[in-house]
């Protein structure tokens, strides 16, 4: 057994940002997580997809219909996660974080600049979706006219966050 002193830790800021979940229909989703559970949407994409937070965060819930509309539920044994997601406290832990994805030989399925959030996508070993990411601070967060959030994706420059942080 390895020791364990010499495993890689996360900074102790570091939790789980938000859940992005794959469902066969916005509308009754959304009926249930905002009016049942009580999340607020801070976005919604048409018919495809909506956003959703408690206390103004850009979003703890994701709800979408990409790949699951008119779909049924996962059979039992079967997994039915989208994605998880691990907010990090800073662009450095960030850098870091992709250090390790690289020295492991993961490959990464995505990396975007979403104008709230820099975050990678890879998958577990399970084939569950990961995102990493790290937010913005929120007052640079880009806002419509209303003051409603207008997140975007772009691509992240990832040599340019690669060099924030030495190779571990």
């Known amino acids: 057994m390895e020791n364990a002193s010499r495993l890689p830790v996360l900074p102790p800021a570091t939790r789980i940002g938000h859940v ?4 066969s229909d916005i509308e009754q989703s959304l009926a249930f997580w905002r009016d049942v559970v009580g999340f607020e949407i801070t976005q919604r994409f048409g018919r495809e997809a909506v956003f959703l937070s408690a206390d103004g965060y850009h979003h703890h819930l994701g709800l979408n219909t990409w790949e699951s509309r008119g779909g049924t539920s996962p059979a039992a ?4 996660l989208y994605h998880v ?17 690289l020295k492991a030989g993961i490959s990464l399925e995505g990396a975007a600049d979403h104008g709230v959030s820099q975050a990678l996508y890879l998958r577990d070993p399970d084939g569950n979706g990961v995102e990493i990411y790290w937010d913005y601070p929120p007052e640079r967060w880009p806002r419509t006219p209303h003051g409603g959030l207008n997140m975007d994706t772009r691509p992240l420059d ?6 924030l942080t030495p190779a571990a």
């Open 77 to 80: 044994g079967t997994t039915g």
């Open 158 to 163: 990832l040599d340019d966050l690669l060099a």
């Open 85 to 101: 997601a691990v907010l990090l406290p800073s662009r450095e832990a960030l850098s870091a974080a992709l250090h390790r994805i």
């Open 20 to 23: 992005h979940l794959k469902v």
